[in-house]
């Protein structure tokens, strides 16, 4: 199997719009495994207190995208009731030997805390970035390429593309080589203040420095050098 932490970093940066399910299917139905819902997004303290150690996947539906997934409820990392007010009416018992059906598997909103079981198919392959990209605009291309010529496709692509897994960590140290570190005297070279150093801009407009930084991902300010002048 490839590096695990990778291949768990790559699947959460989708955000919140894996299920139980389709997070069976990305790590090459390996069982089990462990999650933790936010549900609408509300992610808090609480909910990280959580988790669901999932033995067991029965897919439904076309493409089999739905179904139910079978496992246990943890809470502070110890088997606890799901309902921690009232056990009687909770999906999953501490007492349970079973794994039980757990609620909202086929629902969004869920992320991937660990693979504890080994695959049994392959899993997603994760790009490299000297591995060529297979589809869209940039298909036939080094992804090494495309992060410097295009970091906002591959920024999307990491994040909303369901075709798109890569090892974050080489890519965000190969993307780190084109942010510049702007320093007091450094001219822009661009917009309106094109020409004059930073420190001058710093002097009369600090707010545009502000909006600059807000809407670029190309540069960085030195903030403590700035404010010592």
């Known amino acids: 199997m490839q590096d695990k932490e990778k291949i768990i ?3 959460n940066s989708k ?34 207190s959580q988790f669901v150690e999932v033995y067991s996947v029965k897919p439904s539906g076309k493409y089999g995208q739905y179904g139910n997934a079978y496992g ?45 079981g080994e695959p049994t198919c392959e899993p997603i392959k994760l790009l490299g970035i000297y591995d060529i990209i297979d589809f869209g605009k940039h298909k036939g291309k080094l992804l ?9 496709w591959v920024k ?8 798109f897994f890569c090892d974050i960590d080489e890519v965000d140290q190969e993307r780190q080589k084109d942010i510049v570190v702007l320093t007091p005297d450094d001219k822009l070279g661009f917009g309106k203040y094109a020409g004059k150093a930073i420190k001058e801009i710093y002097k ?26």
């Open 72 to 116: 246990l409820y943890y809470r502070n990392g110890v088997r606890a009731d799901a309902r921690e007010n009232s056990p009687e009416h909770s999906w999953c018992k501490r007492t349970d030997t079973e794994p039980q059906d757990v609620p909202c598997g086929s629902c969004g909103s869920w992320v991937l805390l660990d693979i504890l």
């Open 204 to 229: 009369i407009d600090p707010n545009y420095l502000s909006w600059m930084l807000e809407n670029t991902e190309d540069f960085i300010l030195d903030i403590t050098n700035l404010n010592n002048i």
């Open 15 to 48: 955000g919140l719009s894996n299920s139980l399910i389709s997070i069976y299917y990305l790590i090459g139905k390996a069982l089990p495994f462990r999650a933790q819902r936010f549900p609408d997004g509300r992610v808090s303290n609480w909910y990280r």
């Open 156 to 163: 999307w692509a990491i994040h909303e593309c369901d075709r």
């Open 9 to 11: 970093k790559a699947i």
């Open 144 to 152: 090494i390429d495309v992060i410097h010529e295009d970091w906002k």
